[in-house]
């Protein structure tokens, strides 16, 4: 028999701040692949308008971060400030391939009014745990913010090992992590086991929700929720409630779909899930290169996902 009782999860203040369900949202391009801002402002009000997210997170992976300057991710920060401001929390992504860089990036947000940075490990570079830790300290150091880190080895060729993680911890402002999990499932207990007193940990993989939840994830870095943010929140809020029944339906529900953007060998999943937006009615534009745009099949393929799941 499953139990049907009420689960409790240690948020942490990072976590009852931000919420259950965060969205790095979409950096919009035209399509020539300039930024739209008027539409960045517009995603950004129909994001937290429908109650799809608890916060937003700009220029994350999601928003493609690692294609626009540094100037275009200013912009990007100051725009969504301005349409929706006050309305739920925002969380700028600063991380970069330079300490330096990514410094910079990080007053600049807490000057234009940001409640938390998520800083993305150094990438490219590929620096041992003890120069991880120096890039985080200092970034940690250089503002009054709270401080996500933001692990994502199958990108930046580095894991923020669960030693490394317990010694940010003991940072005053480092006060979580989001963790891509689907390369290392079992990482997050590492990390709960790692770190004292109030600490959040995100999972940043929407097929590993509810695995993340188990392990002491206070939720997670969604970007699927820009369409699939009520199913989402609705698994969530089951898995909590102690329904286990309802949340694995609907787990079993979405998983083709999550499944479904990373067609044909794709690892960024950033080109099939612009195209389910646009389906959706989301004019977000296409992927900045070198990612391509989706095939006529895989378009299809995400289509079918989307009526299925009833989004269209």
Known sequence: MIAEQPLTLADGTLG???????IPMITPFHDAGDLNLGYAGELAEHL??????????????????????????VLIFRTVK??????????????????????????????????????????YCKPNQNGIYEYYRAIAESVRLPVMLYNIPIFTG????????????????????????????TQMTEYRNAVD???????????????GMVQGASGVVSGCSHILGVQ???????????????????????????????????????????????????????????LDRPTESERQEIRYHLERLHVL
């Open 197 to 211: 007193g109030d600490f959040t940990i995100y999972n940043g993989d929407d097929i590993m929700i509810l695995c």
């Open 158 to 185: 580095v894991n923020v090992e669960p030693e490394t993680v317990g010694r940010l911890s003991r940072i005053p402002n480092v006060l979580g992590i989001k963790d891509e999990a689907g390369i290392n499932p």
């Open 48 to 73: 937290t308008a429908g109650s799809l997210c608890d916060s937003l997170v700009l220029t994350g992976t999601t928003g493609e971060f690692n294609t626009l300057s540094y100037d275009e991710r």
């Open 232 to 290: 989402i929140r609705t698994m969530i809020d089951a898995f909590l409630s102690g329904d286990l029944r309802r949340a694995h339906r609907i787990h079993l529900d979405l998983d083709p779909f999550f499944k479904a953007l990373f067609q044909n060998g794709r690892v960024n999943p950033m080109p099939i899930l612009r195209a389910a937006l646009e389906i959706a009615g989301l004019a977000v534009g296409p992927p900045r290169g070198p």
């Open 82 to 123: 301005n349409a929706v401001g006050g309305r739920v929390p925002l969380v700028a992504g600063t991380g970069a391939s330079s300490t330096r860089e990514a410094i910079a990036l990080s007053v600049e947000a807490e000057s234009i009014g940001y409640d938390a940075l998520m800083v993305v490990a150094p990438y």
């Open 16 to 22: 009852k701040t931000l919420g259950k369900i965060l």
